[in-house]
C-alpha cells in the first residue's frame, strides 16, 4: 500500500510537470469564469456549461489519458522490472490520472460556480463531471493497453468519445424514427439511460429545464430519474459505466505480454 | 274617544311607517328581532337592508325574490351543511356583501352553488368568502352584474366531484373583478357570456382550467394572474377576445399551457407576461388574431402554433430563456413574424438601427421533431441536436422556409417589471 501511495504520488508530480494538466486546468477555469460573467442569465450559464462538461471534459479526458499512457510506457516497463506487483501499478496510474483530472474539473468548473452561488445543480454538476471524468478515463486507458501503436490508440479512444456523444444518439432517434408506430417511450429511454453522457444530460437538464421535458416522456422520465431513487439508480450506471473498463483493464494489464 | 281616534289612525301609522322609509335595516342574530336568515328575508320589502350578526347559520335553500341588501358583519357564516343550496336569487338589484357561505354538496344531476343568480340584473356580489362550495357563484341568463373581492376557495380532488369558481352561463355585461379563487376544477368559467369584463383576478391551483371561454363573444380580460392551474387558461370557440396584461404562470405539466387557444378569430393578446409554463401559447384554428407586446419567459415552448391557423400577428414580442421559442406542425406558414425580440438570435446589426440585419428563424428542426414525436424530447440539448439544428438554420430543408422575423430586434421591446405576488 505504501508502494502504491507512492507511486501515485510520482505519477501525479509527473502529470502536473507535465504542464497540460495546468493549461487544461486554467483553460477550463477561463472558459467558465467567461461564461458566468457575460450570461446575465445564470439558467442560461448552466446550459453551457453543460455542454462543456458533456462533451470537452470526456474528449480531453481521452486524449489527455491516452497520450500519459503511451508517453510513460517505458517507465511503466521500468516500474514492472521492480518487484511491485502488476495490479498496484495500474492501479496507481489509473487513480493517479483520473485524479488529477477530476481535479483539473473540480478547480477549473465547479470552482466558479460556487463563487456565483451554490444550489443543487451544482451537485448534479459535480457527480456527472466527476463520473464522466472517471469512465473516460477507464476507457482510455483500456483501449490504450489493447493496441501498442500510439495513432491508433489515440484514434480508437476519440472514436469512443465521438461514439458516445453523437453516433449513439443518432441511432436512438433512428430506431424512434424507424419504428414510430410501436410504443416505444420506455425502450428509448432504456436506451438513453444506457448511455454515460446521455444520463448525465438527462439528470442536470430534469433538475434544469423541467417544463420542457414535461409531456408524457417528460412525466415518465420525472417518475423514473427524477427523485432520489432515480439519482441512486442513475449513479448505479455511471459507477457500473467506470467499473466495468476499468476491470477488464486491469485483466489485460496483468496478462499483457509488454 | 280618544281610544277610537287612536285606533283609526294606527293603520295610517303603520303605512307610512313601512312604506315612507326608503330603506329598512332588519337585524338578523342569536339575540336580535329574527334568529334566521330566511324569515328575516320573508318580513322584508323591496329596499330592505338585512345586517347578519356574527355567528354560524345552518340553513340552506334561501331564496331572494325581492330587491334587498344582504350583508354580513365581521364573520357572519351561511353552513349549508352539504345539504343544498345556500343562497338563490331571484329578483333584480339585489347586493349581497361579505358573508362567508360553505359546505356546499357535490352534485351529479344539480349544480349546487353557494349563491345562484338565476334571470336578475344588476346583482353585486361582493366581499363574501365561499368555502369548500361545489360551485361557488353561479350566473344564469343574467345582465349587468358584478362579482367584486370575493375569495373563493375549495378543495377538488378530482375533475368530475367538482365545480368552478365562478361560472356564467348565458350572462350579458357581468363584471369580475378582483377575486381570488383556488381549489376549484375550473376557476372562472364562461358560457355564452358577452360584453363582460375580468380584471385583477387572481385564479391559481384549479384544477383544470384557471379560465375558461365557450362560446362568449366580446370579452376582455385584463390584469389578472393565472397561476400553477391544471391546464392553464383555454379560450376556445370564441371572437374578439381581448387578453392584456395578465401573467400567465407556472403551469406545468403533461397537458398543460399557459394559454390555450382553439378555433378563436379577431382576438388581441397584449402585454402579457407568460413565464415557466410547459407551453406559453398553444394556438389551434387561431385567425386574424394580434400578440404583440408580450414576455415569454423560461417556457418549454414559448409559443407552439399548429398548421391549421392563419393570418395571425405576431410582433414586438421578447422571448428569453424558453427550451423552444416557436413550434410548428406545418411545412407552411401563413402568420406574420416581425420585430420580435429573440434572446436566441446572434445575427448583426451594422447599420446601429437596432434591427438585426440577418432574419432570424425561430423554429428549429428539432422542434419540429419534437411535435411530431414527443418521445424525441429525450435528447434535447444534445450535440447531435444542436449539430442538426445549426445545419437546419443554414439550409432548411424540414422547417418551414418562410417561418422568418425579418427585423429581428437587438434589445428588449417590453421592460416590464416583474410583479411579486405572495
Known amino acids: 500500500m505504501n508502494n502504491n501511495l507512492r507511486i501515485i504520488k510520482f505519477i501525479i508530480i509527473d502529470i502536473i510537470k507535465n504542464k497540460w494538466l495546468t493549461t487544461y486546468t486554467l483553460f477550463l477555469l477561463i472558459l467558465t469564469s467567461v461564461i458566468i460573467l457575460f450570461s446575465n442569465d445564470s439558467n442560461k450559464a448552466i446550459i453551457s456549461l453543460t455542454n462543456v462538461v458533456l462533451i470537452l471534459i470526456p474528449l480531453i479526458t481521452v486524449t489527455f489519458t491516452s497520450m500519459h499512457y503511451y508517453n510513460s510506457k517505458e517507465f511503466i516497463q521500468m516500474l514492472l522490472t521492480q518487484p511491485i506487483e502488476r495490479k498496484s501499478v495500474f492501479i496507481a496510474e489509473f487513480s493517479s490520472l483520473s485524479i488529477s483530472l477530476t481535479m483539473a474539473f473540480l478547480i477549473g468548473v465547479i470552482l466558479p460556480l460556487i463563487f456565483n452561488g451554490f444550489s443543487i445543480l451544482i451537485l448534479y454538476m459535480i457527480i456527472s463531471g466527476t463520473m464522466l471524468s472517471l469512465i473516460f478515463c477507464a476507457f482510455s486507458i483500456l483501449i490504450s493497453i489493447s493496441f501498442d501503436e500510439k495513432i491508433k490508440g489515440v484514434g480508437v479512444s476519440i472514436f469512443l468519445w465521438l461514439f458516445f456523444s453523437v453516433i449513439y444518439d443518432g441511432i436512438v432517434l433512428y430506431i424512434y424514427f424507424a419504428f414510430n408506430s410501436y410504443p416505444l417511450e420506455n425502450i428509448v429511454l432504456f436506451l438513453t439511460a444506457l448511455n454515460p453522457v446521455d444520463i448525465s444530460r438527462i439528470l442536470i437538464l430534469l433538475k434544469l429545464e423541467i417544463s420542457s421535458l414535461m409531456g408524457y416522456t417528460g412525466a415518465n422520465l420525472q417518475n423514473i430519474l427524477g427523485n432520489k431513487t432515480g439519482l441512486l439508480l442513475s449513479l448505479s450506471v455511471l459507477v457500473i459505466w467506470a467499473l466495468t473498463p476499468f476491470i477488464i483493464a486491469l485483466k489485460k494489464f496483468n496478462k499483457k505480454n509488454f | ?422
Open chain 2, 1 to 422: 274617544m280618544k281610544i277610537s281616534r287612536l285606533i283609526f289612525f294606527l293603520p295610517i301609522f303603520i303605512f307610512f311607517n313601512f312604506s315612507n322609509l326608503v330603506s329598512r335595516d332588519i337585524l338578523v342574530g342569536s339575540n336580535r328581532e329574527y334568529k334566521d336568515i330566511k324569515s328575516a328575508i320573508e318580513n322584508s320589502v323591496n329596499g330592505d337592508r338585512i345586517i347578519i350578526d356574527d355567528g354560524i347559520y345552518q340553513t340552506n335553500g334561501i331564496i331572494i325574490d325581492k330587491e334587498i341588501t344582504v350583508s354580513g358583519l365581521n364573520s357572519a357564516i351561511i353552513d349549508a351543511q352539504n345539504i343544498s343550496e345556500a343562497i338563490t336569487i331571484k329578483s333584480s338589484n339585489v347586493t349581497i356583501q361579505g358573508i362567508t357561505i360553505k359546505n356546499i354538496p357535490v352534485g351529479f344531476m344539480k349544480d349546487y352553488a353557494g349563491i345562484r343568480i338565476e334571470n336578475s340584473k344588476k346583482v353585486t356580489i361582493k366581499q363574501c368568502r365561499f368555502v369548500n362550495n361545489f360551485f361557488a357563484v353561479y350566473l344564469s341568463n343574467s345582465d349587468s352584474s358584478n362579482v367584486i373581492s370575493n375569495v373563493i376557495t375549495g378543495n377538488a380532488s378530482s375533475e368530475s366531484f367538482s365545480g368552478n369558481g365562478i361560472h356564467l352561463w348565458k350572462c350579458n355585461t357581468i363584471n369580475i373583478d378582483n377575486n381570488y379563487i383556488s381549489g376549484h376544477r375550473d376557476g372562472i368559467y364562461l358560457e355564452f357570456a358577452i360584453n363582460s369584463v375580468i380584471t385583477g383576478n387572481y385564479s391559481e391551483k384549479n384544477l383544470r382550467y384557471g379560465l375558461h371561454f365557450m362560446f362568449s363573444e366580446g370579452n376582455s380580460y385584463r390584469k389578472n394572474i393565472f397561476r400553477g392551474n391544471g391546464a392553464g387558461v383555454a379560450v376556445m370557440y370564441t371572437k374578439r377576445v381581448e387578453m392584456t396584461e395578465n401573467i400567465f404562470e407556472d403551469n406545468w405539466g403533461p397537458s398543460s399551457y399557459g394559454l390555450l387557444l382553439k378555433d378563436i378569430s379577431k382576438s388581441r393578446i397584449y402585454n402579457n407576461m407568460f413565464r415557466k409554463n410547459t407551453t406559453g401559447i398553444y394556438s389551434e384554428g387561431t385567425t386574424y388574431t394580434i400578440i404583440e407586446n408580450n414576455i415569454f419567459s423560461s417556457n418549454g415552448w414559448a409559443i407552439k402554433i399548429l398548421g391549421n391557423c392563419n393570418y395571425d400577428t405576431i410582433i414586438n414580442n421578447d422571448f428569453l430563456s424558453n427550451t423552444f421559442d416557436i413550434s410548428t406542425n406545418s411545412h407552411l406558414n401563413d402568420n406574420y413574424y416581425d420585430s420580435n425580440f429573440w434572446d436566441r438570435y446572434n445575427g448583426y446589426d451594422l447599420d446601429r438601427n437596432l434591427i438585426g440585419d440577418v432574419p432570424y428563424r425561430p423554429t428549429s428542426l428539432f422542434s419540429t421533431l419534437v411535435v411530431k414525436s414527443p418521445e424525441a424530447i429525450l435528447l434535447v440539448r444534445s450535440f447531435l441536436v444542436e449539430l442538426f439544428d445549426l445545419t437546419e438554420k443554414i439550409m432548411p430543408s424540414v422547417i418551414p422556409e418562410s417561418l422568418t422575423d425579418n427585423h429581428p430586434s437587438m434589445v428588449m421591446k417590453n421592460k416590464k417589471d416583474y410583479i411579486q405576488y405572495d
